[in-house]
């Protein structure tokens, strides 16, 4: 669920992480859950056709006045809501600016997304299965089903991506993002643990020999 502390702002839990007080009520476990699903269908995949600027910047109002008109249950949603959403996700998926809202990765609409290029750790990792092995080592990494090939921060995020992503034990990637960025290629920073490319050469990537119980949990 998710409330609000009078000090100390918008919060995931029972009570504010900082000063332990109970706060107000915003939005139930479902609520957070239903809301979460549909601001990822309007602002990753281009649903309910909302006006959105080459940036993926979609208006919270025209995401207020859209739900509503699809499910007048959600009357009581206001801007302070998709706020709360925004402010207290825990992988960064959303972005505000002024009145607008964006996802920060995860599009399979073409965009043209502006992220922070400076910073780009050395090494990122990406998920395959032992099946699409050969593939990338001959061919690359090039996007499938999303717009931007999405790397991760550390071996662990990465393993969460995969088995979140359908499969049971991924094998995983390490990218010399130094090599793809000598030649020529552009990495960005979309959230605290995702990174984004137009693709990854082959001569970039080799399988990690990192021990699956090292670089965090398993999951996405």
Same mark, same amino acid.
């Given at each position: 669920?998710?409330?609000? #502390?009078?000090?100390?702002? &918008?919060?995931?839990? $029972?009570? #504010?992480?900082? #000063?332990?007080?109970? *706060?107000?009520?915003?939005?139930?476990?479902?609520?957070?859950?239903?809301? @979460?699903?549909t !601001?990822?269908?309007?602002?990753?995949?281009?649903?309910?056709?909302?006006?959105?600027?080459?940036?993926?910047?979609?208006? !919270?109002r $025209?995401?207020?006045?859209?739900?509503?008109?699809?499910?007048?249950? !959600?009357?009581?949603?206001?801007?302070?809501?998709?706020?709360?959403?925004?402010?207290?996700?825990?992988?960064?998926? &959303?972005?505000?600016?002024?009145?607008?809202?964006r996802?920060t990765? *995860?599009?399979?609409?073409?965009?043209? +997304?502006?992220?922070?290029? =400076?910073?780009? %750790?050395?090494?990122?990792? &990406?998920?395959?299965?032992?099946?699409?092995?050969?593939?990338?080592?001959?061919? *690359?990494?090039?996007? /499938?089903?999303?717009?931007?090939?999405?790397?991760?921060? /550390?071996?662990?995020?990465?393993?969460?991506? @995969?088995?979140?992503?359908?499969? $049971? =034990? %991924?094998?995983? +990637?390490?990218? =010399?993002?130094?090599? #793809?960025?000598?030649?020529?290629?552009?990495?960005?920073?979309?959230?605290? /643990?995702? &990174? +984004?490319?137009?693709?990854?050469?082959? $001569?970039?990537?080799?399988?990690?020999?990192?021990?699956?119980g090292?670089? @965090?949990?398993? @999951?996405?």
């Amino acid at each position: 669920m998710i409330r609000e #502390c009078d000090e100390h702002g &918008y919060f995931r839990d $029972e009570f #504010c992480p900082i #000063c332990g007080e109970e *706060g107000k009520f915003l939005m139930s476990d479902f609520e957070v859950e239903k809301m @979460g699903r549909t !601001m990822a269908s309007i602002l990753r995949h281009g649903n309910f056709d909302l006006p959105m600027d080459g940036q993926g910047f979609v208006d !919270m109002r $025209e995401i207020i006045y859209a739900v509503k008109d699809r499910n007048p249950r !959600m009357k009581w949603l206001k801007e302070r809501h998709i706020e709360a959403l925004v402010e207290t996700d825990p992988k960064g998926r &959303y972005q505000i600016s002024g009145s607008d809202v964006r996802a920060t990765y *995860g599009h399979s609409i073409d965009l043209d +997304l502006r992220h922070p290029t =400076d910073d780009i %750790p050395p090494v990122l990792y &990406y998920p395959t299965s032992r099946e699409g092995l050969d593939a990338l080592m001959g061919d *690359g990494i090039y996007p /499938t089903d999303r717009a931007m090939v999405h790397l991760s921060a /550390t071996y662990g995020d990465a393993f969460k991506a @995969g088995s979140n992503r359908g499969g $049971e =034990d %991924p094998l995983i +990637l390490e990218i =010399d993002t130094a090599g #793809c960025i000598d030649a020529g290629i552009e990495i960005s920073r979309a959230a605290k /643990t995702v &990174y +984004l490319c137009d693709q990854v050469p082959s $001569e970039f990537i080799r399988v990690s020999e990192e021990d699956p119980g090292e670089g @965090g949990e398993r @999951g996405d």
